[in-house]
């Protein structure tokens, strides 16, 4: 298959988009670290890496805005929220276009991604009065018992180049009404949505009026600099999104000096399709899941369990979805399936691939797609059909790659559905309700997100989003996500004219 080339210059419609959206040139010509678009793989921009000085005094900029930002009431701090919002609705053709530019993604996702930006606000405005605490009753009369809940100061956001924007949204908009400060080092491969993002933010900043200079900044560079964010003694809580290989380093180093961390890591998803399945329901399901975003979700699906007896009405409709796919440049045509982010993406599926070969594997697709940009990675979608849960099966690989397994014994499936590393997300297609249940119950899925008759990918904001296991532990967006990004303080209140002590200790001088 080869896709007629292009006749709109990528380079000077990103340009063009960053014009329209605000971002000074001064910020993305002339420096030392090209960014590339993977729909072409042409040099867009060359953006200036932060040396360890102008890092460091960024966050400590943030460091000072933090101790007034802090004191601002939290419904105030919500109308900064409000108003990014609306900044973001107003230039939401531009961002998620400059997303679909830079990360790959077909239109819809793209701006799919900004509405994701766009709905994090409105939640984070709302919560931005219910930043509740309990009251606990207490033993000692006369007395009460509460918890309030402070801002914790510079948060800081690492980001992964296949959601370039809304994990940055995630976790800023609720750091912000929680009253701290933020400073962002994003994707070293999708930097300039971030810088259209901060201008976006800036606009609403200077709308709002009185926030405090340094609110949120960002870092550029690679993991290098990150490791500055997360050595920074002034930041008490790093949001970090990413490989598992990249939690590994981070977890650790914070851990040694007591910050807290977030870690939204890599994913290794499944699904089961039941004897009683809506097979059409699943059928679309798991396209979506197993092939979307070119399969570079973290909530991706990537392993798939299908009972006996369906096997064969399913997997074969699966494998002509999968031949039918079409696959092609984002910006210039309807196709499903965008680029891979670069050549390293594309070596570890093929190598993937090989291994999957080696373990008995049947491959589908996996093939490099002709295009006219020989520096862009296009692939078709890969279906394997495997033996046994094996090899490359047990390890996220970051690319569009479903491998099917048949089963008999829901027992066993559900010991190899949690038998892998990772465990963000996963999925039951079944009608029957004892299978669902168990799916959803202590003994079933042990993933942070566990659906039913709906895929593995596709999350609302409004749920907590993570994973456990090797994907990390940590929790973003929705429900109490909050808390994460603020100190809890217990506060006993003695409004008697005695001093009783707890568990009746005496203690009289
Ligand atoms: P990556 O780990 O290569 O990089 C992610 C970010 O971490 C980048 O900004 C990078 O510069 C930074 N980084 C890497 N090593 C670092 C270090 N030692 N110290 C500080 N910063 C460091 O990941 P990627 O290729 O951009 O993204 C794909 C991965 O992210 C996949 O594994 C995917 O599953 C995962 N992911 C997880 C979630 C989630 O919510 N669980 C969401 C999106 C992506």
Request: glycine share 10%; hydrophobic share 45%.
């Amino acid at each position: 298959m080869t896709i007629a080339a292009r006749t709109v210059n990528v380079t000077q419609e990103t340009v063009a988009l960053l014009d329209k959206i605000g971002v000074d040139k001064a910020l993305y010509t002339g420096g030392d670290m090209a960014s590339y678009s993977p729909v072409t793989g042409e040099q867009l921009a060359a953006l200036k890496t932060d040396s360890r000085d102008a890092a460091t005094a960024k966050i400590e900029k943030a460091a000072r805005a933090f101790q007034a930002w802090r004191l601002v009431p939290a419904p105030k701090r919500g109308e900064l929220v409000r108003l990014l919002g609306e900044e973001l609705r107003a230039v939401k053709t531009e961002l998620g276009r400059l997303v679909s530019i830079e990360a790959g993604k077909i239109p819809s996702e793209g701006l799919g991604e900004v509405q994701e930006m766009i709905d994090i606000c409105d939640f984070a405005v709302g919560l931005s009065r219910q930043l509740y605490g309990l009251t606990i009753a207490t033993e000692r009369p006369g007395h009460r018992m509460m918890e309030t809940w402070h801002p914790l100061g510079v948060v800081g956001v690492i980001s992964a180049f296949n959601f370039p924007v809304a994990v940055w949204a995630w976790n800023g908009a609720l750091a912000l009404v929680c009253g701290n400060a933020v400073v962002w080092k994003p994707s070293e491969k999708t930097p300039l949505t971030a810088l259209a993002s901060q201008t976006i933010l800036q606009r609403a900043i200077a709308r709002f009026g009185d926030a405090p200079e340094g609110l949120s900044e960002v870092l550029i560079g690679d993991r290098a600099v990150g490791e500055i964010l997360v050595d920074h003694p002034k930041v008490p809580v790093v949001s970090a999104t990413g490989s598992t290989r990249m939690g590994r380093e981070v977890g650790p180093r914070l851990a040694r000096r007591f910050a807290r961390s977030i870690l939204e890591l890599g994913g290794n998803n499944a699904g089961i399709v039941c004897p009683s399945a809506d097979l059409d329901m699943a059928l679309r399901a798991i396209a979506f899941g197993a092939m979307g975003t070119a399969g570079q979700r973290c909530t991706t699906l990537r392993r798939l369990f299908v009972h006996e007896s369906v096997y064969d009405q399913l997997v074969p409709r699966l494998k002509k979805a999968y031949a039918n796919v079409s696959v092609g440049n984002p910006l210039e045509t309807t196709a499903l399936v965008g680029p891979l982010i670069d050549k390293l993406a594309f070596d570890g599926m093929q190598k993937a691939l090989g291994e999957a070969k080696a373990h008995g594997g049947a491959v589908n697709g996996g093939e490099r797609v002709a295009m006219p940009h020989d520096k862009a990675y296009y692939v078709k979608p890969a279906l394997v059909e495997m033996p046994a849960q094996v090899g490359p099966v047990l390890e996220e690989t970051f690319a569009p790659i479903l491998y099917v397994m048949k089963y008999t014994d829901f027992d066993k499936v559900i010991e190899d559905h949690n038998a892998v590393g990772a465990g963000l997300s996963s999925s039951i297609f079944t009608l029957d309700l004892r299978e669902a249940e168990r799916f959803l119950s202590a003994d079933g899925s042990d993933c942070g997100i566990a659906n039913v008759n709906i895929g593995t990918s596709g999350a609302e904001i409004g749920g907590a989003f993570g994973g456990e296991k090797e994907t990390g532990g940590g929790r973003e967006s929705g429900s109490d996500a909050w808390k994460a990004y603020m100190r809890r303080a217990t506060n006993t209140v003695n409004y008697s004219r005695a001093l009783p002590l707890a568990q009746g200790v005496s203690f009289e001088i």
